[in-house]
């Protein structure tokens, strides 16, 4: 089915009900975790359904490609303290269509890691500038704004172990420092390394 769309008038017999296909769960106020990896579709592609997005889904921009939306409906269907991990396209965090995704992110849920691989050639067959973001649905606003976000912006693929990669090379920022504004994480990534060169240079006996 059309897991975006609960409209037959739309979708065709591909229209969507979660509150229906998973009575059981949703009554339960939702999933306990949510994971994907959603269709990289421009926003070109999908003129038909724009209209339906544009009623339905706070994230809806003219430009929005097709994956913001599996975004959106991945946190939807989440209990409160629910976990959503998505391999999906880092341009979210800084494309000016990306502006009301992060609002909802920020609104919504604790970034609990971001790992951004860049244009590094994590599908062989498309350049789709992957990042895995790991969220976790959160109604307090205080312990949202707290929350400390684990990023990791990786630079190759010559590694054996991702945890451990992520592990030797992450660094921390809080979240109330993320607006709906582009999330740029660059600067701090680069301050980071710099950093940690120096450190490894300096000795006490120089």
């Not at 976990?83 to 999906?88: D, M, Q, R, Y």
């Not at 970034?111 to 973001?133: E, H, M, N, R, S």
Request: include cysteine.
């Amino acid at each position: 089915g059309n897991s975006l769309i609960n409209d037959p008038a739309v979708a065709g017999d591909k229209a969507f009900d979660w509150n229906k296909e998973f009575k059981e769960v949703m009554d339960n106020d939702g999933f306990d975790v949510v994971i994907g990896n959603p269709p990289y579709v421009r926003q070109e592609e999908i003129t038909n359904e724009k209209p339906y997005f544009e009623s339905f889904y706070y994230s809806f921009g003219s430009r929005v490609d097709l994956y913001v939306y599996f975004i959106e409906k991945g946190i939807d269907v989440l209990k409160s303290d629910g976990l959503f991990a998505f391999i999906v396209s880092n341009k979210f965090t800084r494309a000016k269509y990306g502006n009301k995704i992060r609002e909802f992110i920020l609104k919504n849920c604790k970034v609990v890691q971001y790992i951004d691989f860049g244009d590094l050639p994590v599908f062989k067959d498309a350049k789709t500038y992957p990042c895995i973001i790991i969220l976790k649905k959160e109604e307090d606003k205080k312990a949202r704004e707290e929350n400390l976000i684990e990023i990791c912006k990786v630079n190759s693929l010559n590694f054996n172990n991702l945890k451990e990669y992520f592990d030797e090379n992450k660094f921390e920022i809080t979240q109330k420092e993320l607006t709906s504004d582009v999330w740029s994480f660059e600067t701090r990534s680069e301050e980071r390394r710099v950093g940690k060169e120096c450190r490894s240079r300096w000795s006490p006996y120089h």
